[in-house]
């Protein structure tokens, strides 16, 4: 598990940034992760959350739990991933829990709302960061609401893939704790139609999902068949933000916002 700080961390793929700290309050981005194990709960459905939450490390799942027991895992977030924002009036109406060992920078809600307040180019940040996963949240649903169960699956495990990897080069597979309960419960299938689904895609030499671990058979023709586009995983960081575009003084967007 990761020991950097938050700065370092923003550093480091998949977000590679660069910050003036002149600007920035120290105590913001000297904060370490707090491991939690599998299984932990972070934060219940309706508890009132006072905390914004980064994923340095690990797999987690935000979910909503139903009346007569079923539960919709909303997002299994990654590396780079930001959960949720300060609940004022009310409980939050999902469920954070961890999967596997997870690390999460744990930033108080008036600390955040304190630096993006004084500082635009991390209120930038932040908003494409949320812009992000809000576009992940549009994929979940088309997903969920119009495609059909195998090309549902394909599309989630080729979305997992490009977030887990935090290169350019194109990966064969990966490691995921998921289980096929968790799979039906991220694409709102049973866990016996998941089963099959998965046994489809393996028998027609697509993927495999087997032992805690995703193969990709033939990417190419998975990423035809789920109909995959990744642009709406890009982050489109501000140049002026990006590791290695230029010198620190060049970066006028660094300073606080006027009031």
């Not at 991390?122 to 059909?148: D, K, N, P, Y």
């Not at 995921?176 to 028998?203: F, K, M, S």
Request: glycine residues 6%.
């Amino acid at each position: 598990m990761t020991e950097l700080t938050l700065f370092q961390f923003f550093q480091k793929p998949p977000l590679g940034l660069h910050f003036n700290l002149d600007y920035i309050r120290s105590d913001f981005f000297d904060s370490i992760p707090k491991i939690y194990e599998p299984g932990a709960i972070v934060s219940r459905q309706g508890d009132s959350n006072t905390r914004v939450f980064i994923v340095a490390s690990g797999w987690s799942c935000i979910s909503r739990h139903l009346s007569d027991g079923s539960r919709q895992i909303i997002d299994t977030p990654l590396k780079g991933d930001m959960l949720g924002f300060p609940s004022f009036d009310s409980g939050g109406i999902n469920a954070l829990v961890a999967v596997s060992e997870v690390a999460l920078y744990e930033i108080p809600g008036q600390t955040f709302r304190s630096v993006v307040d004084q500082n635009a180019a991390l209120g930038a940040v932040f908003s494409r960061i949320a812009a992000r996963q809000h576009a992940v949240t549009v994929e979940r649903l088309t997903s969920v609401c119009r495609r059909s169960a195998i090309e549902r699956t394909a599309h989630y495990l080729l979305e997992l893939g490009e977030r887990v990897e935090s290169s350019t080069t194109p990966i064969h597979g990966y490691e995921c704790p998921l289980t096929q309960h968790d799979l039906a419960d991220v694409l709102g299938l049973t866990q016996i139609h998941v089963n099959r689904t998965l046994r489809e895609l393996r028998e027609r030499d697509l993927v495999s999902f087997r032992a805690g671990a995703v193969e990709f058979l033939n990417r190419s023709k998975l990423v035809k068949l789920a109909g995959f586009d990744k642009t709406y995983l890009q982050y489109n960081w501000p140049t002026a933000l990006r590791k290695g575009a230029g010198p620190r003084q060049s970066q006028p967007a660094m300073r606080p916002a006027d009031r």
